[in-house]
């Protein structure tokens, strides 16, 4: 039983930091339709910004919050400077966004180094839960994780802003008769994304250590998240897919090594795309 418990913690954690990590693309594609393939190297940013917030002596939470402001600024300047003149035409916002992907990961090679870099655990440790030891801040992710995504879903679906946005996904011309300035939107709604990408890098960098690569991982479980939780299913869609991706990976483990696991993910993924290509959430 202990064991059991211990699996669907685990899957739980899981699921919810890979959420985190793909929440800033899931915003971006699923509400203004942009491939943002700059989202790994963003969040790398955000857990290289961390770290050296850390090592200047702010405190944790502080520069995790620096962190997503700076990672936000850069966004803004990607889509101010580029993407705005392309939301119409998505495969040049895909080599546009590939091409930032490029750069940015040699100027944080140039300014950070290769080197590995570590973020101290600002809470080591375990907590009971009655059999199980969790270890503290890995759940304290999981669970803004989830708040995250709940504050996201009252945004939507409790405010007028949020209709707004909902109406923009559905209908450009009908946002706009409602009053939604097109065109601000799309800048909010991006820097928004990237701003959280850069957040999930720096709650992430505590829990491995920091390289220029670490975003590359993410980026391609991000896709896979989004894709299969369905696109423009911001919410429900990130942690569907987010269990299939990262939760899947820990029961499959279970059974077999990491490599077979992952390999058996992915193969799950292809069958899933075959039978609902549009994702579990989304029907034609």
Do not use: C
Not at 18 to 26: E, V, Y
């Amino acid at each position: 039983m202990e064991t059991f418990l211990s699996v669907i913690a685990d899957t739980l954690s899981i699921t919810l930091v890979l959420a985190l990590a793909a929440f800033g693309l899931a915003i971006i594609y699923g509400l203004i339709g942009v491939i943002n393939m700059g989202h790994g190297a963003l969040l790398t940013l955000g857990a290289y910004l961390t770290w050296a917030g850390t090592e200047a002596g702010i405190p944790f939470p502080v520069a995790v919050l620096l962190a997503a402001v700076g990672v936000g600024l850069v966004g803004l300047a990607l889509e101010h400077g580029l993407v705005r003149h392309f939301y119409d035409r998505p495969f040049e916002t895909l080599l546009l966004t590939w091409a930032f992907f490029l750069v940015l990961t040699e100027l944080i090679k140039i300014i950070f180094g290769t080197d590995f870099r570590n973020v101290n655990n600002p809470l080591p440790g375990a907590f009971a839960l009655g059999p199980l030891a969790l270890p503290v801040y890995r759940t304290l992710v999981a669970g803004l994780s989830l708040a995250l995504i709940l504050a996201t879903a009252v945004l939507f679906y409790r405010t007028g802003v949020g209709i707004k946005i909902r109406a923009l996904v559905q209908n450009r011309e009908v946002a706009s008769l409602l009053g939604l300035n097109i065109g601000r939107t799309y800048k909010a709604v991006f820097v928004a994304g990237a701003a959280t990408a850069g957040l999930a890098g720096g709650l992430i960098s505590p829990l491995l250590s920091v390289d220029p690569y670490i975003g590359n991982i993410f980026l391609v479980r991000s896709f896979f998240v989004v894709i299969l939780g369905g696109i423009g299913q911001i919410l429900g869609g990130t942690l569907v897919g987010s269990f299939l991706i990262g939760g899947s990976e820990t029961i499959f483990a279970l059974f077999s090594n990491q490599v077979i696991a992952q390999t058996a993910v992915f193969a799950m993924a292809i069958v899933v795309l075959r039978f609902r290509p549009l994702g579990v959430l989304r029907s034609g």
